[in-house]
């Protein structure tokens, strides 16, 4: 019924010039228009495999309160160190171990961060 090949997930910001600038310029992702959208403001951020992240705006926009986009890493304190240099804070939760990097250690490793919007992202390191 469905084509899994071709789905995909999303996610809302209020200003998306500022995502496109958060994801592709502090976090170095592929951050494109979304063709034919553009006087609409939706972009696409590129993943492996040609996967994609729509991400559109919407004026009223509440942030999410659970991770909406989760970034694989090989080396989560290198990560984490890259991010803090780019000015991006990680995020302390309770009920969590997390050390002074804010990284939560087990399997899987994982940080998390907000984007501009306050949707929370994250750096996993899966083993």
Not at 43 to 60: F, M
């Amino acid at each position: 019924m469905f084509d899994g090949s071709r789905a995909f997930g999303s996610f809302a910001v209020p200003d998306t010039v500022k995502a496109r600038e958060f994801y592709g310029g502090t976090l170095g992702l592929d951050v494109r228009p979304v063709a034919g959208m553009e006087e609409e403001g939706l972009i696409r951020i590129g993943l492996a495999d040609d996967h994609t992240i729509l991400v559109y705006p919407k004026p009223d926009h509440v942030p999410a309160t659970y991770t909406v986009l989760n970034l694989v890493v090989d080396d989560i304190g290198a990560a984490v160190d890259e991010l803090a240099r780019r000015g991006v804070r990680t995020l302390r939760y309770e009920g969590f171990d997390q050390d002074e990097k804010g990284i939560a250690h087990g399997t899987p490793s994982v940080a998390w961060f907000t984007d501009p919007a306050g949707n929370v992202v994250s750096v996993i390191q899966e083993a």
